[in-house]
Structure formats: C-alpha cells, structure tokens
C-alpha cells in the first residue's frame, strides 16, 4: 500500500508489518512513509523483499519478534538503515547476526520517554515494576523479552555489567513465563525488577534511589517526582516529548548523516544477553 510522497528534503521510509506497533509506526511517520509491506511468509527470499522500494532510504520492521531475523537480515544485508522493534530478535545466535550491521537501530522506545530527561546521576538502586494486562501481545516471546528488555537495557545503562542474577517466574496463560521477577547486582548497584503481563492494568514505574535522593517515575504518565522525607513529593517538570516521534527523529538523522544509530544494535544485543540470564534463571527453577 502506497501512501503519498515525502516532502522534498525528507526521507523516504518503507514500512514492513501492519499489526498494532506497524500502524503506530505508520501515523508517526506521516508523509516520508513511502510503502507499507505485510509480509506473508516465512523466508527471507519471499516476495515481499521486492516490494521494499529500490529507492527507500530507510526501513522500520514491525512484525511479530519471530519475524525479526528473517525480515531484517535481508534488508540490512542491502545497506538499508532498519528500525526493528524490541526484542532485537527472538533467538540469541539471530540477536548477534543482526547485531554486526552498523545501519541496525532497534526500538527501545524508553530511552526517548521524555521522563526519563529527569534521571538524577548517581543511581544506586532501581526498583522497576511493568504490567500489562494479557491481551495476546506479543506471546510469541515471554514477559522478559516482551516487557521487562526495557527494564534490563536500563540497568546496563546506568548500573554497568551485571555481576550476579537471581530470578523466578510463573507460566500462567501462555506456554513461556508471563510474571517474572529478577534481582541483579551490577557493577554500579542493585537492580529490582517485576514484569507481568497477567496483570489487571498497565503500569509503567521506576523508583531510581542514589546520590541525589529517590525518584519516581511513571513513564506511562510521562511525569517524575522527587521523593523527600517527611514532605510531600516534589513533582518535576517534564518536557512534552512524543517518544515515538524522538525516536524517528534520532533514527532518520542517522541514517541521513551515516553516522552511528540511536539504540545501536550491541546495546540492544547486550540487554538480549542480560534477559537470556534472567531466563535461565527462571527456567532453572520451574
């Protein structure tokens, strides 16, 4: 499907998936979205590779993360700069093949939250909680892949190399675990994180303790408050950001200037590794 032309000094985008991130992605980008592509098969050699326009500067995957290897690995393998959705891809070994391609830049979406533009230096401690009710989303991979990556790219962020991981975690609806819960010690701190996607409502929330106090943030709300002994919190302003739009805007300038992605693929590879450790964890004591 076809859509109207860019204007004359953006770039032309392709979009490959039309389930609920595509069409997201798809309103976001507006008029530099050139094609639109629901893929139908299962190998990289399908049809639907032809139909990504020789002209496109840029690609955004959005299909199921069973797809992402498939899907992306011939596309990069054209030189085309690729935006896929987290989890980078469903396997470890697909993870590190995608990960060698400069052009790759993977959505994870929480780094251009704009709460996140309050995080204090010097955190000591995350505590993160992140629900979803289950509703089908993405159980082709588990609740660490699906929610908790974002929690786990974040502690690599601003704790460092993790030293030590205990976790447990439940199968509920699905066949892969739907509610874990891991401890990690990183070279700078304790992390404490819960994921569920059995959970009654969303819920989104980071309580960040360090040199400058304990905060909290609700990256659904996209709203930070300084928690202060013996006061009422302080709330903190933030700047009225789309993170989809941020993210657009960070991947397109680096694929128009060539230079490095936003959320390069090792990152996105390293908190790929870090859930694989959550999971054997996990999976050690079900």
């Not at 790759?104 to 939250?113: D, P, Q, S, Y």
């Not at 030293?163 to 990690?184: C, F, M, N, P, T």
């Amino acid at each position: 499907m076809a859509t109207p032309s860019p204007e004359p000094s953006g770039l032309r985008v392709a979009l490959v998936g039309c389930g609920r991130m595509g069409r997201l992605h798809a309103s976001k980008l507006g008029a530099r979205l050139v094609a639109v592509i629901d893929p139908a098969g299962g190998e990289p050699d399908l049809p639907w590779v032809s139909e990504v326009p020789e002209d496109v500067d840029a690609v955004v995957v959005a299909v199921p993360a069973a797809r992402h290897f498939e899907v992306a690995l011939p596309l990069l393998q054209r030189g085309l700069p690729t935006l896929v959705e987290k989890p980078l891809a469903s396997e470890l070994g697909h993870a590190r093949q995608l990960a060698a391609f400069p052009q790759l830049c993977v959505n994870h979406i929480e780094r251009f939250n704009p709460a996140m533009a309050a995080l204090p230096q010097g955190v000591r401690h995350i505590s993160a909680t992140r629900m979803a009710p289950y509703d089908g989303r993405g159980t082709d991979v588990d609740v660490v892949l699906d929610l908790m990556i974002h929690d786990l790219d974040l502690v690599l962020r601003l704790l460092g190399p993790v030293h030590e991981v205990r976790a447990v975690g439940l199968r509920v609806e699905s066949d892969g675990i739907d509610h874990a819960e891991a401890w990690l010690e990183a070279e700078g701190g304790v992390a404490t994180l819960v994921a569920s996607r059995v959970a009654p409502g969303p819920a989104r929330v980071l309580e960040l303790t360090g040199d400058r106090g304990r905060h909290r943030l609700d990256l659904s709300a996209g709203a930070v408050w300084r928690i202060l002994a013996n006061r009422e919190p302080e709330r903190i302003p933030v700047p009225p950001v789309d993170a989809l739009d941020a993210l657009h805007s960070a991947f397109l300038d680096a694929a128009r200037r060539g230079g490095p992605m936003p959320v390069p693929g090792e990152e996105a590879l390293a908190a790929m590794e870090l859930a694989g450790r959550v999971r054997k964890a996990i999976l050690g004591r079900c």
